[in-house]
């Protein structure tokens, strides 16, 4: 079994800065969870409301919960032949390397380079190395605390207990440093200004080619902590998208086909929104996987709103939507050339179907825009191919 320490704020120090919703300590969870952690050790902290929802945080990942008041306490929670990973107070701990290294088999200690690794606020250890704010040490090596005083930090405790036994050691490389990937957030402000750059690297990159796309992760960028923080908001955009569909459904059954066809258009964009939402929820280890399913919703109900809306025999009507669902998935699947990108936008092209059948009929206009997306298929594959 591994375990992992994590330091909360003692009594009169204040609160953790938070990064996206969540405190430095929920993040160094996910971080333990992944380095595959069965079990949160709890330093500090008491009854406070920031040690409450680490141990719901704890118990919702499906891990064991623990406290201890000082470093004595710490041997008799991790057993001899376990191991306890060790995190700095206020580490941010998301690099890919330093979580490969961890994973590895074997205990170690994690440096950096002593001027880059003490200037991002990491303690020196002598004239070449500094402590990268990561171990990992066997569970017999936890009886060397009891010959420091009760009282000590138990992070520090750790790292002079590894120095001593010489743990192996791994290199993090120095550009980790950088990029706020393996840094020390000390205060309000560092997360602050980190929480911007987190927002952008985590919700990827969408071209303004793709404008819903890009307009929904432009907004959750700027107000992703604060929609985050609203356990209902996620919910509450699977809910509307729900009723957007059904309420498209229902008006082309009632014989409305161009506000069914605007409802369509606006249901993708609260799609790609909760998307955005649930790609944060779980990062950046966490990936949302079959979530994305959810964006096939909209073809779906532009499937139906285009049955409905064209008059005739069944067949007849289903041709038309069913052709232009085909081609743009075929479209999704391969190259397209740049000029034909905005095609792919399930809300660009539904709006732009509701316009043209305010102006010349349901019908005409799915026909008009299913020949536009099979040409330019055909174009970008001629381009790519020749």
């Not at 102006?359 to 997306?373: F, N, T, Y």
Request: net charge neutral.
């Amino acid at each position: 079994m591994r375990a992992a320490l994590i330091n909360l704020p003692q009594p009169g120090e204040g609160t953790q800065p938070a990064i996206a919703g969540k405190s430095i300590a929920q993040r160094q969870l996910l971080f333990a969870r992944e380095c595959g952690c069965t079990m949160i050790i709890a330093h500090g902290g008491g009854a406070s409301p920031e040690a409450l929802a680490l141990r719901h945080a704890t118990e919702k990942a499906e891990m064991r919960f623990a406290v201890i008041s000082h470093s004595h306490a710490l041997p008799g929670a991790v057993g001899a032949d376990d191991s306890l990973l060790v995190l700095q107070p206020g580490l941010l701990p998301e690099a890919q390397q330093a979580l490969d290294l961890l994973r590895a088999e074997g205990d170690r200690l994690l440096v950096a380079s002593a001027g880059p690794g003490t200037a991002a606020g990491f303690e020196r250890i002598d004239l070449d190395r500094a402590w990268a704010g990561a171990l990992t040490i066997p569970g017999r090596l936890l009886s060397g605390l009891y010959s420091l005083p009760e009282d000590a930090a138990p992070h520090a405790a750790l790292l002079r207990v590894a120095l001593q036994k010489r743990l192996p050691e791994a290199r993090l490389a120095d550009s980790l440093l950088d990029d706020g990937g393996w840094m020390v957030v000390g205060d309000s402000e560092t997360a602050s200004l980190r929480e911007k750059s987190w927002l952008h690297a985590n919700l990827g990159r969408y071209s303004p080619m793709a404008p819903t796309r890009w307009l929904a992760r432009e907004g959750v960028a700027r107000a992703g902590a604060w929609l985050l923080d609203k356990s209902w908001m996620q919910p509450a955009l699977l809910v509307l998208a729900a009723l957007l569909a059904g309420g498209s459904i229902t008006l082309a059954w009632y014989g409305y086909p161009v506000p069914a066809f605007a409802l369509v258009a606006i249901c993708a964009p609260v799609i790609e929104t909760f998307l955005a939402l649930s790609r944060l929820a779980v990062a950046p280890f966490g990936k949302i996987g079959r979530l994305t399913m959810l964006r096939h919703a909209v073809d779906i109900a532009l499937l139906v709103v285009g049955t409905l809306s064209i008059d005739g025999l069944w067949y007849r009507s289903v041709f038309p939507p069913f052709v232009l669902i085909v081609a743009l998935i075929i479209l999704d699947r391969g190259k397209v050339a740049g000029i034909f990108e905005p095609l792919r936008d399930r809300a660009l092209v539904v709006g732009v179907i509701a316009v043209l059948a305010f102006l010349a009929g349901p019908e005409i206009a799915i026909m008009l825009l299913a020949a536009v997306v099979i040409t330019a298929r055909l174009a970008s594959t001629a381009k790519h191919s020749g």
